[in-house]
């Protein structure tokens, strides 16, 4: 379970992020694999508020946290 330091920190991270994307996207800069790379830190970084939250009893994935 990721600590709620750690958790700020990737939230913090996943808000740099996308403030970037969201200025490059409209003009046309953001290209596919960079939406699929930030689709997958966000599928991450939900995980890891689940995590924290609780919310998962469970882990079957092998997922690695962001």
């Known amino acids: 379970m990721p600590s709620t330091r ?3 920190v990737w ?6 992020v ?3 994307a969201a200025h490059r996207l409209p003009a046309g800069h ?3 694999a960079e939406q699929a790379a930030l689709a997958d830190v966000l ?3 939900a995980h890891a508020v689940r995590l ?3 919310l998962v009893v469970s882990v079957v994935s092998h997922a690695v946290e962001p």
């Open 30 to 32: 953001y290209g596919t």
């Open 52 to 54: 924290h939250a609780g």
């Open 18 to 20: 996308l403030a970037d």
């Open 6 to 8: 750690a958790l700020a």
């Open 43 to 45: 599928d991450r970084l």
């Open 11 to 16: 939230l913090r991270e996943a808000e740099w």
